[in-house]
């Protein structure tokens, strides 16, 4: 009984024990992980476009960033010359303003601004104070005084930042850089046309001008005004292959940091705004006219010139009755005749001629980077009209437009835009034939260092200065006055033309305590014996070449 109880029964369940895994507790973990790790991608993607973005943005504000600069009122790129000098630089000042309305306690302040302002005239401050709802207490403050000020803690006040715009040269190059208003705008010269780019470009503006050779001009051109006691004056100098302008020089000039409101029309830009009869220099343009239809040559001769001819009610007449009736083209113009010149003129004809001044741009408008350009009156040309082109009355036109006429007439026929900016086309397009440049500069160097010519003042020794005189009695009342415009009109060297240098005086008087000294033989003479461009231009322009030539090295020898 008791071994059947203690009987141990054992049964094999192998078979029938089996391991059911738990498929939903182990879907729900998994399904877990996956969501997490997809909740993590998710926001990791957010986060990655979000910064992309985010860059983005910052490209686009850097751009904002560069136009807010660039369009800041208080901003204005500096001008400087070809040699890197400042013509024009743009400085930040601060002007302090009072706000009567929000002074607290009146006496301190004014004890406070004695204490800063030790030399002010409190009397009309305190008038102000009293008067006024807002008034300027100091213009320009200097930084020390700023600070001073600012540490009162015055709400009342209000500091203003203005640009101050400085001209280091002074006058120098008043008539090219111009002035600007109080609101940072250009009102003249370069200053205005330029304006926009002022405000917006990040970089220096770079002109052609050469401060030394500006400085020694104007200084001559100073010396000479009141030697022969002109109204005014002008000078431009030009590369004759590209346009360049290494100086421009107007007076009377001013001063533009004073911010003058300038009335006076004897302050007008006498090389692109004045417009003038220039006398004789448009003979030049005869002659290369000619030329250049193959009309004449050099050698041609004409014969019995009369000493005057007449056209319609009018005279004209030789300037000297000793010039020779028998001469050659190049002689006419070498001896500046003005019947010889009629002569050639007559042999071109109206249409031609006046298509050849248009074209060399002498007649035709001219653009130019300053806005103060006189506009070009359209003439017609008749048979009187021609007469006296042919000589260079009866016309009006800049000093510019005759810079840019002698040196196409000098470069070999190529056509150059006046400039005063740095451009890279180096693009030339021809104008006139081929040798007729040769033929006009060989003339005009022998208008300098021959006995016939009138420029023989000019004839400095080894510059190869070639040239050519204008003595223009000035219109007046439908006639002429006995006021003059004297110019003269060079390029140099002769054997390499380079330069266009034109001088003109505007209303020159004989100038009897002056002592010339001959460069073309030994001596001088004392007082100006005629009032003419051969002896108030021409010694003007040689004496600035003996200061220019060694700048501009073309110091030339010539073959003799």
Not at 253 to 271: G, S
Not at 531 to 558: C, H, Q, R
């Amino acid at each position: 009984m008791k071994q059947s109880r203690s009987k141990i029964i054992i049964e094999d369940y192998k078979n029938n024990f089996i391991y059911k895994k738990n498929e939903t507790n182990l879907n729900i973990q998994f399904n877990r992980v996956t969501f997490i790790f997809f909740v993590f991608f998710i926001i990791y993607l957010i986060y990655t476009i979000h910064l992309i973005h985010l860059g983005s943005r910052a490209s686009q504000v850097d751009k904002t960033e560069n136009i807010s600069v660039a369009i800041d009122k208080l901003y204005r790129a500096d001008i400087k010359d070809i040699n890197g000098n400042y013509l024009a630089k743009t400085v930040k000042s601060i002007d302090i303003g009072i706000k009567t309305s929000d002074i607290i306690d009146k006496k301190k302040l004014l004890l406070s601004l004695k204490i800063i302002f030790p030399n002010k005239d409190f009397s009309k401050i305190e008038k102000e104070l009293n008067q006024k709802k807002y008034f300027y207490l100091e213009k320009k403050i200097s930084e020390e005084n700023y600070e001073k000020i600012m540490k009162l803690g015055d709400k009342s006040i209000k500091p203003e930042e203005k640009v101050l715009r400085i001209y280091p040269q002074k006058n120098l190059f008043s008539h090219i850089i111009g002035q600007i208003d109080d609101d940072n705008n250009g009102i003249s010269g370069l200053e205005k046309s330029f304006n926009e780019i002022l405000r917006k470009s990040k970089k220096d503006i770079k002109l052609t001008v050469d401060k030394d050779v500006q400085f020694l001009i104007r200084k001559e051109l100073i010396k000479y005004q009141e030697i022969f006691k002109s109204k005014g004056s002008a000078a431009i100098l030009m590369n004759v292959n590209n346009g360049t302008i290494l100086s421009l020089v107007s007076l009377p000039d001013f001063n533009p940091n004073e911010r003058q409101n300038i009335t006076d029309v004897n302050y007008i830009n006498r090389v692109t705004k004045g417009t003038y009869e220039l006398g004789s220099v448009f003979k030049s343009f005869t002659f290369a006219s000619a030329l250049n239809e193959d009309l004449i040559k050099p050698e041609t001769e004409f014969f019995d010139l009369p000493k005057s001819i007449r056209c319609d009610k009018h005279r004209i007449g030789e300037y000297d009755n000793k010039i020779p009736s028998d001469l050659t083209a190049e002689q006419i113009l070498i001896r500046s005749g003005n019947i010889g010149s009629v002569r050639i003129g007559q042999k071109i004809g109206p249409d031609k001629h006046k298509s050849f001044l248009e074209k060399i741009g002498v007649l035709s408008q001219i653009n130019f980077d300053i806005e103060e350009v006189a506009p070009q009156k359209n003439y017609n040309f008749g048979k009187c009209k021609l007469a006296t082109v042919s000589f260079g009355h009866g016309v009006a036109t800049t000093i510019l437009q005759l810079a840019k006429g002698y040196a196409i007439i000098s470069n070999g026929g190529f056509d150059v835009k006046p400039t005063l900016t740095i451009k890279n086309d180096k693009k030339r397009n021809r104008l006139l034939n081929k040798g007729v440049s040769e033929q006009v500069v060989t003339a005009l160097r022998k208008i300098v260092n021959t006995k016939e010519g009138t420029a023989k003042f000019a004839n400095v020794a080894n510059y190869e200065i070639g040239g050519k005189t204008g003595t223009a009695d000035q219109p007046k009342d439908g006639s002429y006055s006995d006021a003059k415009i004297n110019t003269f009109a060079s390029i140099f060297p002769t054997s390499n033309p380079q330069f266009v240098f034109i001088i003109m005086l505007d209303t020159p008087q004989k100038a009897k305590d002056y002592y010339y000294k001959y460069r073309h033989q030994k001596g001088g003479w004392k007082g100006t014996l005629y009032n003419t461009a051969g002896w108030t231009s021409v010694e003007v322009a040689g004496k600035v070449m003996d200061k220019i030539g060694p700048i501009l090295a073309t110091k030339y020898l010539e073959i003799k």
